[in-house]
């Protein structure tokens, strides 16, 4: 049974950090790829990082040269790590898994929130 958790979720400050983790059971994730996303109120769930299982990672535009996503195999966990937050970056952050192309393989975790006050 694959099982995603997210922690490290809070309130902070404008310009403040934090590190996500998001532990998974039920799967590797050096063989996923793995992804975070985040949905504020009244908005679509939207992309802000992945991971592939060959290391190529990607950005949301409007996280770039401000998250990091980075993976520790032998943890078997994701992260991310945010710096400089926006009152925009308020949102619920997800984990996301999905081995290549094949959408059967794919779960989510419950999600953690993360406000960032101005």
């Known amino acids: 049974q694959v099982q995603l958790v997210e922690s490290g979720g809070g309130l902070v400050q404008a310009g403040g950090s934090l590190r996500l983790a998001c532990a998974a059971s039920g799967l590797f994730v050096q063989i996923y790829t793995m992804r975070w996303y985040r949905q504020a109120p009244g908005k679509q769930r939207e992309l802000v990082a992945g991971?592939?299982?060959?290391?190529?990672?990607n950005y949301a535009d409007s996280v770039k040269g401000r998250f990091t996503i980075s993976r520790d195999n032998a943890k078997n966990a994701i992260y991310l790590q945010m710096n400089s937050l926006k009152p925009e970056d308020t949102a619920v952050y997800y984990c996301h898994a999905r081995k290549g192309d094949y959408a059967f393989t794919a779960s989510w975790g419950q999600g953690t929130q993360v406000t960032v006050s101005s």
């Open positions: 991971i592939t299982s060959g290391g190529s990672i």
